[in-house]
């Protein structure tokens, strides 16, 4: 199934709580589900997660508790370019 969209989400937890971002974001299901999800870190304490949809309803990752945000997150959606 090729992907309509590809919606990425980005957040920089306060310093130190990297972890309990990444396990806040790891704990978030998504209804309906996305055809592909993945997860990824980067220093300094930054969860990246990256969901594929195909035409049709998306659903995207909620704000996670204030409390570990070091900065509001960030959300950018993408279309395929053909080659």
């Known amino acids: 199934m ?3 969209l590809a919606l990425m989400w980005e957040a920089r937890a306060v310093a130190g709580r990297g972890a309990e971002l990444l396990a806040w974001a ?3 299901s998504l209804d309906p589900a996305p055809a592909r ?3 990824l870190t980067a220093e ?3 969860v990246l997660v990256i969901t ?3 035409a049709g309803p998306v ?3 909620p704000d996670p508790p ?3 945000l070091h900065r509001p997150v960030h959300r950018w959606r993408f279309a ?4």
């Open 66 to 68: 204030a409390e570990l």
């Open 59 to 61: 659903a995207e990752l």
């Open 80 to 83: 395929p370019v053909p080659d």
């Open 44 to 46: 300094p304490d930054r």
């Open 2 to 4: 090729a992907a309509a």
């Open 37 to 39: 999800r993945e997860t």
């Open 26 to 28: 790891r704990g978030q």
């Open 52 to 54: 594929w949809w195909p």
